[in-house]
Every structure is written in structure tokens, then in C-alpha cells.
């Protein structure tokens, strides 16, 4: 007896072959920066002065002072040796420099590694750690300062 295969089963198919194999970048859900948070209390209250969220990200509001803001990256996957952790952050700087890095942390709290950059204007840059850097059970940070008015996006971790 023969059977012929669903449209569905088909799909599935195709599916596992088209990605079951990936061999070159492997993207990981894009985090929008909404769940960036300051990297300190600002006022005695507990309260978060100058961080603004909205549905696109955050926004440093002061008009004067940069804010230091950290943003969890969520992996979603082992970074396979020989391979690297690349974070896309995506921004802008309101005409003025936004600086961020990577940082990688071992379980233990020890620093493993870390990338920096600088992005300018409405900036898509990319910070980057190789795997020995990002080993199994590590967390990874990304730090900005946001000048006056900046703005934050969105953190896109990669594996490549």
C-alpha cells in the first residue's frame, strides 16, 4: 500500500530541510529595547528619573544629562565554537553620540570579554564576542549612554 504525502507533511518537509541545517547566521529574536532599564537609581524615591518606554523603545528625556541604561540580551541558543555572538543595537542618537558595549559575564560573575561602539544619527551598529567569550551558562549586558533626547530601538542578538 502507497500513500501519498499531505500538503502539510510536505511543508514540514521543506521546512526541516531549508532550516534544519543552518550554517550561516542564525538570527535569535529581535528584543525591543522597552525592556531596557537604567543602570542605577537616580533619585531617592526608587523611582527611574529621565527613562522614557514606549512601544518603539526607550528614550533617554533629560535635556541636559546622559543616562547610563543596560539591556538584558536573551539567548536563545549555545553560540557554537569557532562561531560569535554578534548584538545589533539599533538607536538614535539625537544629533549627538551614543556609546554602548557588550559585556559577557561567566556564571561565577567574572568578565569574559566585551565589544564596544559608538553610533551617531539614527545608528544600526553591531557589537561582537567570539564563543570562547560567550560560553554555556554566561549572561550578556549591553551598557549604553544615552545622550539628552537619544533613543534606543531595539537589541538584535545573532549567532554567526
Known sequence: ??????????????????????????AVPTQAATF???????????????LVR???????????????????VVRTMEVPSGSALYVWVDGNAAGKSVSCTLYSYAYTGVLMGSSSINGSGIFDGYLSLPS??????????????????????DIEPTVW
Open 1 to 26: 500500500m502507497t500513500t501519498t504525502p499531505s500538503i502539510a507533511s510536505r511543508a514540514a518537509l521543506a521546512a526541516a530541510a531549508l532550516f534544519g541545517g543552518l550554517d550561516a547566521a542564525q
Open 36 to 50: 531596557c532599564r537604567p543602570a542605577g537609581l537616580v533619585s531617592n524615591t526608587g523611582a527611574f528619573d529621565g
Open 54 to 72: 514606549s512601544s518603539w523603545g526607550v528614550r533617554n528625556s533629560s535635556s541636559t544629562g546622559y543616562l547610563p541604561v543596560l539591556c538584558p
Open 132 to 153: 570562547s567569550q560567550v560560553p554555556m551558562f554566561s549572561s550578556q549586558v549591553v551598557s549604553c549612554m544615552l545622550p539628552p533626547n537619544a533613543a534606543l530601538f
